[in-house]
């Protein structure tokens, strides 16, 4: 229950400082936002920063991994760490986004 508490506030805080950052925002917000997709069905999740992404548990289900569509085109694998169908949230958890010598 706190660690869901902790992930919506930190969802929030990003979300809400999007707003103050005008100039940026549009680039943040472009690369915050990923698609989830499999056979079944596709939806979205928000990048939260050091390889984790918060979506809905309705949206990942019962799976363990999940495939994220990024904005520039790359497919990536995401595992699924935690999901609570009350809250319906889910968080995922891929590695690195950027290259760090980029």
């Excluded at 940026?24 to 936002?33: D, G, K, L, M, Y």
Aim: aromatic share 10%.
């Amino acid at each position: 229950m706190r660690f869901c508490k902790i992930v919506v506030a930190a969802t929030v805080a990003a979300l809400l400082a999007l707003a103050y950052w005008q100039p940026f925002a549009e680039e943040i917000r472009a690369e915050s936002v990923a698609k989830i997709f499999d056979d079944k069905g596709h939806g979205s999740a928000v990048y939260i920063g050091n390889g984790y992404f918060v979506s809905a548990a309705h949206v990942v289900g019962q799976a363990s991994e999940v495939n994220l569509l990024l904005t520039d085109g790359r497919k990536i694998k995401g595992d699924v760490l935690w999901s609570n169908t009350g809250y319906d949230i889910a968080l995922i958890k891929s590695g690195p986004l950027r290259n760090v010598d980029a």
